[in-house]
């Protein structure tokens, strides 16, 4: 399966944007664990948020819980990530990832999107 992240851009602080990630081949399992995580210039890829394709539970980092929502759609083989509110220090390219674990590690992903820059202006 392959994924494909689209949705970044310019905004200002305050304002909104939803990421996508499709699966352009194969079909992603019921078991799947589908995770956003981004990563900002000089500093470590950070676990964003988390659900798994067959359910609705889902798992926020501290730093984006009440603003950012992940959610799924099956039959369009897509994950998204809602975000609201945004901040200059969201800014970060922004990457999808497949995985069979509910974890938060990168380790724990063996499936990744190209990523999406996101720049959030102040």
């Known amino acids: 399966v392959q994924l494909q992240a689209s949705g970044g851009g310019l905004v200002q602080a305050g304002a909104a944007l939803r990421l996508s990630c499709a699966a352009s081949t194969g079909r992603i399992y019921s078991s799947a664990v589908m995770a956003w995580f981004r990563q900002a210039p000089g500093r470590e890829r950070e676990f964003v948020a988390l659900t798994r394709w067959s359910r609705d539970s889902t798992l926020y980092a501290d730093s984006v819980k009440g603003r950012f929502t992940i959610s799924r759609d099956s039959a369009k083989n897509t994950v998204y990530l809602q975000m609201n509110s945004l901040k200059p220090e969201d800014t970060a390219v922004y990457y999808c990832?497949?995985?069979?674990?509910?974890?938060?590690?990168?380790?724990?992903?063996?499936?990744w999107g190209q990523g999406t820059l996101v720049t959030v202006s102040s």
């Open positions: 990832a497949r995985g069979s674990q509910w974890a938060t590690h990168q380790n724990a992903y063996f499936s």
